[in-house]
């Protein structure tokens, strides 16, 4: 992923999460800087078997460049707080810095 995009970031999941009344991505740098999108930000497409999130330009930004992790965190239909795999990734930096119009 490159920092100053917009990236959908899909995660595939081992639990159906149809009915799940809260889930989460959170994307982490090796800084421990996090940025998350929620099913309540509209940010989410949520299937039985994935999860894609979309993410801003700030929100990349925010973000520094070198290893990192996402994963996804959920209520699912039953009331049961779920938690998927940490999928480990790398951030790559951008010559342009700062939001593009």
Not at 18 to 27: D, F, H, I, N, P
Request: net charge negative; no cysteine; aromatic share 4%.
């Amino acid at each position: 992923m490159y920092r100053g995009t917009t990236p959908t970031i899909t995660i595939e999941v081992d639990v159906d999460l149809t009915g799940a009344s809260y889930v989460v991505m959170t994307l982490e740098d090796f800084s421990k800087n996090e940025v998350s999108v929620d099913n309540k930000s509209g940010m989410l497409e949520i299937t039985p078997t994935s999860v894609s999130g979309k993410f801003t330009q700030a929100q990349t930004l925010s973000l520094v460049n070198g290893n990192a992790k996402a994963q996804i965190r959920a209520i699912d239909a039953s009331g049961n707080a779920i938690a998927s795999n940490v999928v480990k990734f790398k951030i790559e930096d951008v010559l342009k810095d700062g939001e593009i119009p």
